[in-house]
């Protein structure tokens, strides 16, 4: 059994930064790749960051590429989501999804459907 538990979320200004972080527990995080995903009040869950299970292939929603960083510390058994430039429309509840598949080094699932594990969520609100 995977928990997730995602933390860093807050009310921001239009312009601030963030950084989320979740942390694993379980012997399968260094060879799952992680995501984060987001869901707005009213909206689908949609996907923002993806990071291979070795840390080195990323993949990012257009809507946040150049404003966030997906990450992973597997010592840490942590995946972190640096946002900056944050907008109001980035205000959604976050969530962190692991992927326990036996997949390639470089994969990064871009669709929830792919995740086994997920975290209970960090709201995350852009406001001025």
């Known amino acids: 059994q995977v928990q997730l538990v995602e933390s860093g979320g807050g009310l921001v200004q239009p312009g601030d930064s963030l950084r989320l972080s979740c942390v694993a527990s379980?012997?399968?995080?260094?060879?799952?790749?992680m995501g984060w995903f987001r869901q707005a009040p009213g909206k689908e869950r949609e996907f923002v960051a993806a990071?291979?299970?070795?840390?080195?292939?990323?993949a990012y929603a257009d809507s946040v590429k150049g404003r966030f960083t997906i990450s992973r510390d597997n010592a840490k058994k942590t995946v972190y989501l640096q946002m900056v430039s944050l907008k109001p429309e980035d205000t959604a509840v976050y969530y962190c999804?692991?992927?326990?598949?036996?997949?390639?080094?470089?994969?990064?699932?871009?669709?929830?459907?792919?995740?086994?594990?997920w975290g209970q969520g960090t709201q995350v609100t852009v406001s001025s």
């Open positions: 990071i291979s299970w070795s840390g080195g292939y990323t």
């Open positions: 999804a692991g992927d326990a598949g036996d997949v390639g080094y470089y994969y990064t699932p871009l669709s929830g459907h792919e995740y086994d594990y």
């Open positions: 379980g012997r399968t995080f260094s060879r799952s790749p």
